[in-house]
């Protein structure tokens, strides 16, 4: 019986792999028109750094964290998300000496024991950005904007909506959790169990929670844009002016909270509805607290993630696979020794050639060119040789055209960069 891949994780095949390599050059493309810099911090990390940073009463550090213990006794966890592991990275190494403001971004693979389902898995992939050093609500505008255009410009921007809201700060939101807390002992009973253990430990969670009776319950419940302090209140206004001017669309949205812990003032999330239940295809928001928690200085931040499957379910159809620039058909031990020189010149110029390793019929070599997807076939044979020329095949157009062997690779170079100019 052949070994299938772990449930939850998947083999990224080659088409989709080329949509990926789309979705992280459009991200550099982006992210350097900003100024952010790249930084890749390991997959496993100590498990404190989690726990402490998102929060021991998340259902990610409670249900869903890949945890085991080394041949040392530690306990070491493969990361969830990128946030706590960059902020870790930052403090360990002083990097906030360095700059007045850090613009960080990484790519790579998060893991969450979920139930998997359609843009779900148990490995999954992210892009994220984070800004540590600003306060000011123009960074929070950016980081928006980052994932707006980040989205649109790969899936488009039909039926996304973008989601915000103010989780407030250490002033406005004791008094909020105090009502709260009083408006769920009050229903208690008709909220599900984790809707209740979550009451106790960290009430503003339960406005995460996907059970249907329980958010038609929390309709009446107070929420937090009812108490933000004037600071709160002037910072959010000011990141929807912005919002605006950058030509963000966006609603507000009391009851949106995120997952993490770490969370204050600013969240917000990309939704839609061509995704279906797990709607959310980007997500972020501001976490002044996280970098003193985590055991640095007094350090503000706010980030945001873009989750890559969710990104490939909107982009579906939208990647056509590459094709290669040439490929030579050479037929004969004769023509294909010839080939070897021509196949590293044009590499080397920058030209994509694929070329058969068996020496097959030209019949067997033009389906090969085929599937290759070449712009171009060059076919060289005995024939070809004594008449000193090869025989250039436009794969599109069908067009054949005889070129002198003296002149072929730089005639092929000034060809093939003419016919990727006009494509």
Request: charged share 30%.
């Amino acid at each position: 019986m052949a070994i299938k891949a772990v449930r939850g994780f998947k083999d990224i095949l080659p088409e989709e792999a080329l949509a990926r390599v789309r979705i992280e050059d459009t991200a550099r493309e982006i992210f350097d028109l900003c100024g952010l810099k790249e930084i890749r911090t390991p997959i496993l990390e100590k498990t404190e750094v989690f726990k402490r940073g998102i929060g021991e009463h998340t259902d990610i550090v409670e249900k869903e964290m890949y945890t085991f213990l080394d041949r040392n006794g530690d306990s070491l966890t493969l990361r969830p998300e990128a946030t706590a592991g960059i902020v870790r990275a930052v403090i360990q190494h002083k990097l906030y000496g360095k700059s007045p403001l850090l613009k960080l971004f990484t790519m790579g693979p998060m893991f969450r024991h979920e139930r998997p389902q359609k843009g779900r898995l148990r490995q999954f992939h992210q892009v994220n950005v984070e800004y540590l050093g600003s306060r000011e609500p123009a960074s929070d505008a950016e980081i928006v904007w980052l994932a707006w255009e980040m989205v649109t410009r790969l899936a488009g921007s039909e039926d996304l909506l973008v989601e915000i809201n103010s989780l407030g700060c250490e002033k406005c939101r004791p008094l909020h959790r105090a009502d709260l807390k009083v408006y769920l002992e009050n229903n208690k009973g008709d909220l599900c169990e984790d809707c209740q253990r979550r009451m106790k430990l960290n009430p503003l969670r339960i406005f995460d929670c996907k059970n249907e009776e329980c958010r038609r319950n929390l309709l009446l419940a107070p929420v937090m844009k009812h108490y933000l302090c004037p600071d709160c209140s002037e910072h959010l206004g000011a990141v929807l002016d912005i919002l605006e001017a950058y030509g963000v669309p966006f609603v507000q949205n009391p009851y949106l909270v995120r997952g993490l812990d770490y969370y204050v003032r600013t969240t917000f999330e990309i939704t839609s509805k061509r995704l279906g239940a797990q709607s959310t295809v980007a997500a972020g928001g501001r976490y002044d607290g996280l970098v003193g928690l985590m055991g640095g200085p007094d350090i503000p931040g706010v980030g945001m993630a873009v989750g890559v499957e969710r990104l490939l379910l909107l982009m579906e159809g939208s990647v056509a696979p590459k094709g290669i620039d040439l490929f030579i058909a050479a037929l004969g031990q004769d023509a294909r020794d010839e080939s070897y020189f021509w196949i590293g010149y044009l590499r080397r110029k920058g030209v994509g050639v694929e070329f058969s390793f068996e020496d097959k019929s030209l019949k067997a070599q033009m389906k090969q060119a085929d599937k290759a997807g070449a712009r171009y076939c060059l076919i060289v044979g005995e024939q070809e040789l004594d008449k000193e020329v090869a025989i250039l095949r436009d794969m599109e157009t069908k067009q054949q055209e005889e070129i002198e062997l003296d002149d072929l690779p730089e005639a092929l170079v000034e060809r093939i960069r003419n016919k990727k100019a006009g494509d």
